[in-house]
């Protein structure tokens, strides 16, 4: 098979969750223990960050891979979903692994992979593992893909694990509390392994400290610790951040990654590397600043609030929960603009009133649905927006959404695009 082939291959032959939804997740790790005893155990030569949590999460995996390949390390990278190509997942200092890698995995271990009944996740958790093992990485960040107890990546014994924080999402799988979902992804933490928590949220601290105490975790809260104060504020492009430590100054960085609420996941990088830093690994303050800095030419990073053009402003953003598009509306409340335009679509196992409620009623919507099987048919979608004060029109696909909504919007105004990662994907 060639590389497209391939692709066809194992998107077709293995439930693949990002397009068909619940019918294939599996909240078992018997399948990917049984792959890794098939390749050898491919994840224990190497060391590994393994990084949770609602939201955040992909941003700060991106930011760690800068700092460790900025620091001189050989860095793995995996993350899900992808945005264009599938290679997106599996990267070394930046480098997505070539087509030929993909092919080969596939074709030695085809017949195993069926045996097994793997899903698309598991068969490619396993990929990333091999291919990190054979390339001699120093050290990978792993990316969970959904909860942590049961996730596929949860194999693996890292050096630290982080937990960025906790909201409402994927409540069918995890549970319809915060305290039931921290509780999830809390089964990340491991014996005598530190463990980072991103944000204090009280209502479920005491899930993470009790966790962290019965296996003997020594656990801190990343925003107890740092602050990142804007000094040149930017929503659509680099802005200058001062970093403090324990109040004291640690260093002023040109961040690029826009939106105010990249700001907590930096905090929750640095605490991962202030932490991980303890266990003997270099990280000079000149390979953080230059980590930060440069971490969308470092790892390929995108989709975070990206902008797209400028007259009109147009930005994306893959957030596609009630935490991630809070922080979308507290983001596009902060921007001039005449009028506001929205190209919006979503899954159909979202939990639509907890999105609908927060999105701004004096914009015009552009309902659309991802071309892919688990996406809401548009029609769906405005029926269930206009309950929340939402109207707009439906259209047969994003990109005429978005193309229509180019042609109707004015120099001064804003298109917004999001409510799912692949209604981003396809404009991207």
């Not at 390339?135 to 942590?148: F, K, M, S, W």
């Not at 929750?268 to 390979?287: D, Q």
């Not at 109207?391 to 696909?397: I, P, Q, R, Y």
Request: glycine letters at 8%; aromatic letters at 8%.
């Amino acid at each position: 098979m060639n590389y497209s082939a391939t692709l066809k291959y194992m998107f077709n032959r293995l439930p693949m969750y990002q397009r068909i939804g619940g019918a294939a997740y599996k909240a078992d790790l018997t399948n990917t223990q049984k792959l890794c005893d098939l390749l050898g155990r491919p994840e224990k030569k190497f060391k590994t960050i393994h990084v949770a949590g609602t939201n955040g999460k992909g941003s700060t995996s991106h930011l760690l891979a800068s700092v460790m390949q900025e620091a001189g390390f050989k860095t793995g990278l995996y993350t899900s979903p992808h945005f264009i190509d599938f290679r997106e997942r599996i990267k070394i200092n930046g480098e997505m692994i070539p087509e030929e890698g993909v092919i080969e995995f596939i074709q030695t271990w085809k017949n195993d992979l069926e045996a097994i009944n793997l899903s698309f996740f598991e068969m490619t958790i396993g990929m990333a593992f091999q291919y990190f093992a054979d390339q001699n990485v120093d050290i990978a960040i792993i990316e969970v893909g959904l909860g942590g107890r049961l996730d596929s990546t949860n194999v693996i014994m890292p050096q630290l694990s982080v937990i960025t924080n906790i909201g409402m999402d994927h409540t069918q799988f995890l549970g319809n509390s915060l305290k039931e979902i921290a509780t999830e992804k809390a089964g990340i933490i491991k014996n005598s392994v530190p463990v980072v928590i991103g944000e204090s949220q009280p209502e479920i601290q005491p899930v993470f400290s009790e966790t962290a105490s019965r296996k003997n975790s020594a656990f801190t809260y990343a925003d107890q610790n740092w602050n990142v104060t804007p000094v040149k504020q930017g929503l659509e492009k680099t802005h200058t951040v001062d970093v403090l430590h324990n109040d004291k100054h640690f260093l002023s960085i040109d961040f690029p990654l826009a939106g105010n609420y990249q700001l907590n996941n930096l905090t929750t990088a640095l605490e991962a590397i202030h932490v991980i830093k303890n266990s003997g690994i270099i990280i000079s303050k000149k390979a953080i600043k230059r980590g930060v800095e440069k971490v969308t030419y470092n790892t390929g990073l995108k989709g975070r609030w990206q902008t797209l053009g400028t007259t009109p402003l147009i930005i994306c953003d893959s957030g596609h929960n009630r935490d991630g598009i809070r922080k979308v509306v507290e983001n596009i409340k902060a921007i001039s603009f005449s009028k506001l335009h929205i190209v919006f679509g979503v899954v159909n196992d979202k939990h639509l009133e907890g999105v609908l409620s927060l999105l701004p009623k004096e914009a015009t919507y552009y309902f659309c649905k991802a071309n892919i099987p688990r996406g809401l048919p548009a029609d769906n979608l405005k029926n269930a927006a206009q309950q929340f004060g939402l109207s707009g029109e439906v259209f047969s696909s994003v990109l005429s959404a978005l193309e229509t909504a180019k042609i109707r919007a004015d120099a001064k105004d804003m298109i917004f695009i999001g409510g799912s990662t692949f209604v981003v994907a396809e404009v991207l």
